[in-house]
C-alpha cells in the first residue's frame, strides 16, 4: 500500500514536471550567503551546539559545520539555522562519521 | 505550520535558559513531539530557547524528566499582561470609566445654537422652544437621527417663523430658521385732496371720501381740486379717497416708411484663425475668399492670462458671413394700420394707470419723401386723479389748534 503510494506520488511528479521535493519527502537544504541555512523534511534533530548542528534526513545525516550557530527555528520537518557555516556535509545512513 | 516570530510573541511566549541535564535529550523529545522551538543558542552545556506558552507543560515535564534546569528569561505576550492587569485593577478600572465616560459624553448634545435672525429675543423664544421640543445641552444625541418631526413640531409652536432647519452636528446641534417678513403695513394717509393730473373733461366722479368739486362735462386743467379732503370749509381735514373718470386727449404724430432696407444672414460664412501677437495678427488658418455680394465680420478674440497678466499672444477668430439685403414695401393701407397701432401702443404706455381707448381720429394723412406721415388724436378714458396736499380757499388761514 505504502509503496503503491509512492508510486503513484512519483508518477505525478513526473508526470507534472514537478520538482521531486514537493511531493515525495526528499529533503531540501537552502542555504543563503552561507549565513542562513534552511533544512525541509527534517526526520530528527541529531545535535545542537553553536559550532555544529546535526539533523536526520530520510536516508542520510546532515552535519553543519561553522561558528555562532543559533537555530531560529525548530519545528515539525523544518530546521532554521543562522551563523557562519563552514562546512556543510551529508553522510549515507549506517556510514560511521 | 508555524506561526511567524511576531505572533508567537503576542499569543504567549517564555524564553527560557536550561542549564546541566540531557539538553540534547530534552531538544530531540521536542523535537518528536512537535513542539517548535524559536531562536535555540546551545553553547556547550547551556542553552537559551523560546518556546509558546501553551507548549510549557510538556517542555516542563520533559525537562524534569532529563534533569534540566529552567530559568526564565523574558516573559511576552497578552496572557502575562492581562496578569499584570489582574495585579493592578484600579487602572484597570481608571480605563473602564474612561471608556464608559467617553461612551456617554459623546452621545450627548453638547451646544445648541441658533443662527438666522439677528433679534436676541426671538433668538431666545426659539432656544426655550427647541428646549421644550426636546433639543437641548445634554440631551441624548440618538433622538436626532432624524429630526423632520421636530422642525415640523418647532414650526407648529413659532408661527413667525417661515422654515426650521436643525442639524446635528457631532454634539453640536444648530437650528437655523427664515423668518416671515411681515406684509408691509398699509401707509397711513394724512388729510389730502385728489386734484387732476391732465387737462381732461370729467366724465363720472366716484368720492368715497371728501367732497367732489367738479361735475360731468366739465373741463379741468392740471392742478385743479377734484375731491376735496377739507370739510366744513377747512375745520375737519380728511384724506380724499376715489376715482375721477375722464376723456383724455392725446395728440401724436406718427411716420411710417413705406420702403425698408433690411440686411439678413444666408447662412453662409468663412472661419479664419489668427494669432495675434501684440498688434500684429498672422493667419493661421482660413485661405478661402468667397465671393460675397455682402458680407460681415464677427471677431472672437481669446483672453490668455498667466494671473491677472494678459498674454501678448492671443488667438483670433473672425467669421465672416454672407449677408443678403433685402428691401421691403408695405401697401399705404398697411402703414396706416401699423400708424394706428403703433399709437394706440404708444397711448397705452404713457403715465396715468389703466386706459380705454374711446376712439381714434386720423387726421392729415400725407404721403411724402417715401413716408406715411400722419397726425392721430386718440380720446382715452382713464382716472386722473392724484393725490396733493390739502389746498385751502383763498382767505382761509390754516388753524387746526384752537378752532376758529
Request: glycine residues 8%; contains cysteine.
Amino acid at each position: 500500500m505504502r509503496r503503491w503510494k509512492r508510486r503513484l506520488q512519483q508518477a505525478a511528479t513526473d508526470w507534472l514536471s514537478l520538482p521531486p521535493d514537493t511531493m515525495s519527502g526528499v529533503s531540501r537544504l537552502t542555504c543563503l550567503g552561507g549565513e542562513q541555512v534552511i533544512v525541509e523534511n527534517v526526520v530528527g534533530l541529531l545535535h545542537v551546539s553553536d559550532a555544529r548542528v546535526e539533523v536526520d534526513l530520510q536516508n542520510s545525516r546532515l552535519t553543519l559545520l561553522g561558528r555562532d550557530f543559533v537555530v531560529t527555528l525548530v519545528s515539525v520537518g523544518e530546521v532554521h539555522v543562522r551563523g557562519l557555516v563552514q562546512q556543510i556535509t551529508y553522510h549515507a545512513k549506517g556510514d560511521v562519521s | 505550520m508555524r506561526p511567524p516570530h511576531g505572533v508567537i510573541r503576542l499569543l504567549g511566549s517564555l524564553r527560557m535558559d536550561w542549564r546541566q541535564g540531557d539538553i540534547e535529550g530534552v531538544l530531540q523529545a521536542c523535537y518528536r513531539r512537535g513542539i517548535s522551538l524559536y531562536r535555540l543558542e546551545v553553547r556547550g552545556n547551556q542553552c537559551q530557547v523560546e518556546i509558546l506558552l501553551t507548549d510549557f507543560p510538556m517542555v516542563y515535564s520533559l525537562c524534569r524528566a532529563c534533569g534540566v534546569k529552567i530559568r526564565f528569561i523574558e516573559k511576552h505576550g497578552w496572557p502575562f499582561w492581562l496578569q499584570k492587569m489582574r495585579q493592578r485593577p484600579s487602572f484597570l478600572l481608571g480605563f473602564g470609566i474612561f471608556v464608559v465616560l467617553l461612551l456617554i459624553l459623546q452621545s450627548m448634545i453638547w451646544q445648541v445654537s441658533v443662527s438666522g435672525v439677528q433679534n436676541e429675543d426671538l433668538k431666545q423664544a426659539i432656544m426655550q422652544a427647541t428646549r421644550e421640543a426636546g433639543l437641548y445641552p445634554g440631551a441624548p444625541r440618538s433622538r436626532f437621527a432624524n429630526v423632520d418631526w421636530l422642525q415640523s413640531d418647532l414650526l407648529k409652536k413659532m408661527p413667525n417663523l417661515l422654515w426650521v432647519g436643525i442639524t446635528v452636528d457631532g454634539g453640536k446641534a444648530n437650528v437655523e430658521v427664515i423668518t416671515k417678513v411681515p406684509p408691509s403695513s398699509p401707509e397711513l394717509a394724512g388729510p389730502r385732496d385728489i386734484v387732476a393730473a391732465k387737462t381732461a373733461v370729467v366724465k363720472t366722479v366716484y368720492a368715497t371720501r371728501g367732497i367732489a368739486k367738479v361735475f360731468p362735462g366739465q373741463v379741468v386743467r392740471p392742478g385743479q381740486v377734484l375731491i376735496s379732503g377739507a370739510l366744513a370749509d377747512g375745520e375737519q381735514q380728511v384724506p380724499a379717497s376715489g376715482k375721477v373718470l375722464a376723456e383724455v386727449w392725446y395728440t401724436s404724430h406718427v411716420e411710417v416708411p413705406l420702403h425698408i432696407q433690411r440686411s439678413s444672414l444666408t447662412g453662409q460664412f468663412v472661419v479664419r484663425d489668427y494669432l495675434a501677437i501684440g498688434n500684429l495678427r498672422v493667419r493661421l488658418w482660413g485661405w478661402a475668399q468667397p465671393k460675397y455680394g455682402a458680407e460681415t465680420t464677427r471677431e472672437q478674440k481669446s483672453s490668455w492670462a498667466m494671473g491677472h497678466w494678459k498674454l501678448p499672444i492671443q488667438w483670433e477668430q473672425a467669421r465672416v458671413y454672407e449677408v443678403q439685403p433685402l428691401a421691403l414695401s408695405r401697401s399705404e393701407q398697411a402703414a396706416r394700420e401699423l400708424a394706428l397701432h403703433l399709437v394706440t401702443q404708444d397711448v397705452l404706455s404713457q403715465s396715468g394707470g389703466e386706459k380705454i381707448i374711446l376712439g381714434q381720429m386720423v387726421l392729415q394723412p400725407t404721403i411724402a419723401h417715401g413716408k406715411l406721415y400722419e397726425t392721430v388724436l386718440t380720446r382715452t378714458e382713464e382716472n386722473i386723479g392724484a393725490y396733493a396736499p390739502i389746498h385751502l380757499p383763498q382767505g382761509k388761514i390754516m388753524d387746526n389748534g384752537t378752532g376758529a
